[in-house]
């Protein structure tokens, strides 16, 4: 089972830039973030379609934390930027890391989680709360792009899952 923790606000508002995939020629950290939370959901569709298909036998999920109060802001975009003081002004907003745990721990545990879904926060904006099969970002299901990501993946990996 592949399970990859998303933040959903950044992945759904991401695209994937493939002309400057890994941040070379602009490096804009939330951007960069939300490209690669993007890029998660988008392979682990891509996986369950390659698995279904190739009869793998392995089943593939997306999840996200909602919003969690780790330093992950702090320490990425800076405590002066406006992530970095919404996280201190309005904490009251970020659910304990323990919280954003759940839909990864539901979506690989729970033998009611389906394969090729995505799991989230059921509160608030789906930012906070318990675990519930959501909708994906649209970006998310582009089949062409997710292909795209794959092959790319491979590429620079060397992986190969022939």
């Keep these: 089972m592949h399970i ?41 569709f891509e996986m369950s379609r390659r698995s279904k298909a190739a009869g793998w036998g392995v089943q593939n999920l997306a999840a996200h934390p909602g919003i969690t109060r780790t330093n992950l802001i702090v320490n ?14 309005l904490s009251f907003l ?3 890391a323990s ?3 759940l839909p990864t ?18 509160g608030m904006g789906r930012m906070r709360g318990y675990p519930v099969e959501e909708t994906p970002p649209r970006q998310a299901l582009n089949s062409g ?17 022939a």
């Design 4 to 44: 990859i923790g998303i933040w959903t606000l950044l992945g759904s508002i991401a695209a994937i830039d493939f002309d400057d995939l890994r941040a070379e020629r602009s490096y804009k950290p939330m951007r960069v973030y939300g490209q690669s939370k993007l890029a998660c959901i988008m392979f682990a």
């Design 99 to 101: 919280q954003g745990a």
């Design 105 to 122: 721990l539901y979506a690989g545990t729970d033998p009611m989680a389906r394969d090729g879904a995505y799991y989230g926060p059921d």
């Design 76 to 89: 990425g975009s800076g405590r002066s930027s406006l992530p970095g003081m919404l996280r201190r002004f």
């Design 94 to 96: 970020f659910q304990p």
């Design 145 to 161: 792009a997710a292909a795209r990501l794959w092959d790319i993946s491979l590429e620079i990996t060397g992986a190969n899952f």
